[in-house]
């Protein structure tokens, strides 16, 4: 199963892009990488999902470089209510529905005024 | 479409005792996951289920279990309540199917605490 790293925590001000990026070096080739974001005392909710290269949506982007030992969520001129914890998962896909997850221990986004 | 519920949303046990938790998934959704999350341990996935038959399971003792029903409800059940088991349980839904990984949608989460 592939294990993943993530920074604790990071700060950034109002209107400035971040970049969070999540380690998973034994990552195989069938897993796929999701971002999901949590807020107190709410479930996680889902960013985006890559498997390679780039993707962007409404809200984010996620870089995975050629080799996917690590992946890059990158949040456009973030916003005081981008404060939250920000998760990476790794989806090992092994056939017939059967997926094994590993959740990163979650990065706490703090945004300044 | 409402989104996933779970009940109760907050539980006090003690050591020893069993409980149940549900979990309504969205409508339409035949997958449903479950975790524990701890300040500890993070996210942990604990199993999932589709279409009624446990497809995936993680690496939790045999006192945590789960079952589906064929409207795709799901309860999960803990039995003889350790401390260590003080959590918030999540449940998520997602379409399902036997392709790759789909994005979950998950409910706000079941706190319960073991005195």
């Known amino acids: 199963l592939a294990k993943t790293t993530q920074p604790i925590s990071m700060d950034s001000y109002e209107g400035q892009e971040v970049n969070i990026t999540c380690s998973h070096n034994?990552?195989?080739?069938?897993?796929?990488i999701t971002w999901y974001q949590q807020f107190p005392s709410q479930g996680p909710r889902f960013i985006i999902q890559?498997?390679?290269t780039k993707v962007t949506n409404e809200v984010a982007s996620l870089f995975i470089p050629a080799d996917r030992k690590s992946s890059t969520l990158s949040l456009p001129r973030v916003s005081l209510s981008d404060t939250a914890v920000y998760y990476c998962l790794v989806a090992n896909y092994s056939g017939a529905g059967s997926y094994q997850l590993t959740f990163g221990k979650g990065t706490k986004l703090s945004v300044i005024p | 479409k409402a989104g996933v519920t779970q009940t109760p949303r907050y539980l006090i046990k003690t050591r020893g005792q069993q409980v149940t938790l549900s979990c309504s998934p969205i409508s339409g959704h035949r997958s449903v996951s479950w975790y524990q999350q701890t300040p500890g341990q993070g996210l942990q996935f604990l199993f999932e289920y589709f279409s009624e038959t446990q497809r995936n399971k993680g690496n939790f003792p045999g006192r945590f279990s789960g079952r589906q029903f064929s409207n795709s409800r799901s309860e999960m059940n803990v039995s003889t309540l350790e401390l260590g088991d003080s959590a918030l349980y999540l449940c998520?839904?997602?379409?399902?199917?036997?392709?790759?990984?789909?994005?979950?949608?998950f409910g706000p989460g079941t706190r319960l605490t073991v005195l």
């Open positions: 890559g498997y390679k």
């Open positions: 998520a839904s997602s379409p399902g199917g036997t392709s790759s990984y789909n994005e979950q949608f």
């Open positions: 034994n990552i195989a080739t069938n897993d796929y």
